[in-house]
């Protein structure tokens, strides 16, 4: 055995390797208790392939392919581009807050679909113009326009999803005929696609990549803000299913396998979010959700606040508390205080539990890692299938920076926009206390029947500040000086 022969058999073990390491790691992502390792291990994986990859073009090269060898320019301008972002990542990733984790995973997100979309403009552009590093086949062809297609949906789509999430564009975007010309768009990408099968035309190659970018931003545009967490599990997909696309393009066994399982587990994730918000994937596709029916029924009754010492007292006599966060909980960073709140509560013999809804925050699990950054124990997080039922034997529910997660319109409103959603049950615990900074309504623009519901008290304050104070009166209570 030659050592071009002994290079590739490395080259492909280290890629089976880094693909193993790659399911692995989103496994262990699947719970709490194992998410750091697991990103930690997919981490090394994408270490492994990374350096296979500069071995890659030599091997194959050396093996008769076709594919060019890698030049000293190649190699340079890959180190470059590495050192440049993880650089770039690396500081971003130690400044951005939890608040803005959202819009970093969309970002980050765009940033792999438009990868992949440029691996499929370069292999077209090539091929089209005779400087190709190897020639291509009719199916290959094919591939290469679906994924550089997905791919150049997911880039322009996540960075509209970014700006929205980052609030530097209105949450929605309607014109009339939108869905007409969103689909003239789609069928001309579509159309420029398929004559790249027939004749491979670096004017129609432009054409195609100008039009699938265009798609990916008039497709997200009509998408509301409070629909972010099924936008941002499925451009994942779009991204996973591009990579692979593009690694059979390049012949690269790593890109297959790791843009296979993360397209994948997109899909899973999108379902799974897309059946929380009582959407179905047609809907996603072709942006008709985000608003139901019109102006939702106006709110008898007015909103009855509540003191902190008046909370603290309803707290003290309660056997059962179920909490409830929202995004409001993350823009206050008060994650820590509310569990030193639940402490407080555990200590004096309450059952103590959180309640997270499938969207709440701005992306999948964004609670459950607000949660685990303040120490809370995975045992007490309760989904919401789960724990909707309790809430008809609890004594007060404490709801911080949640909205439309927990809003009775969606069940009893048809006019409202997000009739139909399931949500948590807290209108059905004895008492609710609702934290909150203000009177204003929820990211998806509506009012909130439960803050009016007789059940309902409202404590205005910062979701630390309002901590702060339930501890304080409740240390107040069994000090005797409480109210």
Same mark, same amino acid.
């Given at each position: 055995?030659?050592?071009?022969?002994?290079?590739?058999?490395?080259?492909?073990?280290?890629?089976?390797?880094?693909?193993?390491?790659?399911?692995?790691?989103?496994?262990?992502?699947?719970?709490?208790?194992?998410?750091?390792?697991?990103?930690?291990?997919?981490?090394?994986?994408?270490?492994?392939?990374?350096?296979?990859?500069?071995?890659?073009?030599?091997?194959?090269?050396?093996?008769?392919?076709?594919?060019?060898?890698?030049?000293?320019?190649?190699?340079?301008?890959?180190?470059?581009?590495?050192?440049?972002?993880?650089?770039?990542?690396?500081?971003?990733?130690?400044?951005?807050?939890?608040?803005?984790?959202?819009?970093?995973?969309?970002?980050?997100?765009?940033?792999?679909?438009?990868?992949?979309?440029?691996?499929?403009?370069?292999?077209?552009?090539?091929?089209?113009?005779?400087?190709?590093?190897?020639?291509?086949?009719?199916?290959?062809?094919?591939?290469?326009?679906?994924?550089?297609?997905?791919?150049?949906?997911?880039?322009?789509?996540?960075?509209?999803?970014?700006?929205?999430?980052?609030?530097?564009?209105?949450?929605?975007?309607?014109?009339?005929?939108?869905?007409?010309?969103?689909?003239?768009?789609?069928?001309?990408?579509?159309?420029?696609?398929?004559?790249?099968?027939?004749?491979?035309?670096?004017?129609?190659?432009?054409?195609?990549?100008?039009?699938?970018?265009?798609?990916?931003?008039?497709?997200?545009?009509?998408?509301?803000?409070?629909?972010?967490?099924? /936008?941002?599990?499925?451009?994942?997909?779009?991204?996973?299913?591009?990579?692979?696309?593009?690694?059979?393009?390049?012949?690269?066994?790593?890109?297959?396998?790791?843009?296979?399982?993360?397209?994948?587990?997109?899909?899973?994730?999108?379902?799974?979010?897309?059946?929380?918000?009582?959407?179905?994937?047609?809907? /996603?596709?072709?942006?008709?959700?985000?608003?139901?029916?019109?102006?939702?029924?106006?709110?008898?009754?007015?909103?009855?606040?509540?003191?902190?010492?008046?909370?603290?007292?309803?707290?003290?006599?309660?056997?059962?508390?179920?909490?409830?966060?929202?995004?409001?909980?993350?823009?206050?960073?008060?994650?820590?205080?509310?569990?030193?709140?639940?402490?407080?509560?555990?200590?004096?013999?309450?059952?103590?539990?959180?309640?997270?809804?499938?969207?709440?925050?701005?992306?999948?699990?964004?609670?459950?890692?607000?949660?685990?950054?303040?120490?809370?124990?995975?045992?007490?997080?309760?989904?919401?299938?789960?724990?909707?039922?309790?809430?008809?034997?609890?004594?007060?529910?404490?709801?911080?920076?949640?909205?439309?997660? /927990?809003?009775? /319109?969606?069940?009893?409103?048809?006019?409202?926009?997000?009739?139909?959603?399931?949500?948590?049950?807290?209108?059905?615990?004895?008492?609710?206390?609702?934290?909150?900074?203000?009177?204003?309504?929820?990211?998806?623009?509506?009012?909130?029947?439960?803050?009016?519901?007789?059940?309902?008290?409202?404590?205005?304050?910062?979701?630390?500040?309002?901590?702060?104070?339930?501890?304080?009166?409740?240390?107040?209570?069994?000090?005797?000086?409480?109210?």
């Amino acid at each position: 055995m030659d050592k071009t022969t002994l290079l590739h058999y490395v080259v492909q073990a280290s890629y089976f390797a880094a693909a193993v390491l790659f399911i692995l790691g989103i496994k262990r992502m699947s719970s709490p208790v194992t998410a750091r390792s697991g990103i930690q291990w997919a981490g090394v994986g994408m270490l492994v392939a990374t350096i296979a990859t500069f071995f890659h073009g030599n091997v194959a090269a050396g093996l008769g392919t076709g594919l060019q060898p890698q030049t000293m320019t190649n190699i340079l301008l890959m180190v470059l581009a590495i050192g440049v972002s993880t650089a770039f990542a690396w500081i971003s990733g130690k400044k951005v807050a939890m608040t803005d984790m959202p819009q970093m995973v969309a970002l980050y997100n765009g940033m792999g679909g438009g990868s992949a979309a440029a691996i499929g403009a370069a292999a077209l552009i090539g091929a089209a113009s005779g400087t190709a590093h190897h020639t291509l086949g009719t199916a290959q062809i094919a591939l290469a326009v679906i994924g550089a297609l997905i791919g150049s949906i997911s880039f322009t789509g996540s960075l509209i999803a970014f700006a929205k999430l980052q609030g530097w564009m209105d949450k929605t975007f309607r014109f009339g005929g939108q869905q007409f010309v969103n689909g003239l768009f789609f069928l001309s990408a579509l159309g420029l696609g398929a004559a790249l099968l027939f004749k491979l035309d670096v004017t129609i190659v432009v054409a195609f990549f100008a039009v699938s970018l265009l798609f990916g931003v008039l497709m997200t545009l009509p998408i509301g803000g409070a629909d972010m967490p099924v /936008v941002i599990s499925l451009y994942n997909a779009f991204t996973g299913l591009a990579v692979a696309f593009e690694g059979y393009v390049q012949g690269n066994v790593a890109l297959i396998i790791a843009g296979t399982v993360v397209g994948a587990a997109g899909t899973l994730l999108t379902r799974l979010m897309a059946k929380a918000m009582n959407r179905s994937i047609s809907n /996603v596709l072709f942006s008709n959700f985000g608003g139901g029916g019109g102006a939702a029924s106006e709110i008898a009754g007015s909103q009855k606040p509540i003191e902190a010492a008046d909370a603290a007292s309803l707290l003290y006599m309660a056997e059962k508390v179920i909490i409830v966060p929202g995004y409001g909980m993350a823009v206050a960073q008060a994650q820590h205080k509310i569990w030193e709140l639940s402490q407080q509560l555990i200590k004096r013999d309450k059952e103590v539990k959180f309640a997270i809804h499938p969207v709440a925050g701005r992306m999948p699990g964004h609670m459950n890692v607000l949660l685990a950054e303040a120490g809370v124990p995975y045992d007490l997080i309760a989904d919401m299938d789960d724990v909707n039922p309790e809430f008809a034997t609890c004594d007060v529910a404490i709801v911080i920076g949640a909205n439309d997660v /927990v809003n009775p /319109v969606a069940r009893t409103d048809k006019s409202s926009p997000i009739y139909g959603m399931p949500i948590l049950d807290v209108i059905n615990a004895r008492q609710v206390i609702v934290i909150k900074r203000g009177k204003g309504a929820g990211f998806a623009g509506i009012e909130n029947a439960l803050f009016y519901a007789d059940n309902c008290r409202m404590l205005y304050a910062d979701g630390q500040e309002a901590a702060n104070r339930l501890i304080a009166e409740l240390k107040g209570i069994d000090s005797g000086g409480g109210h």
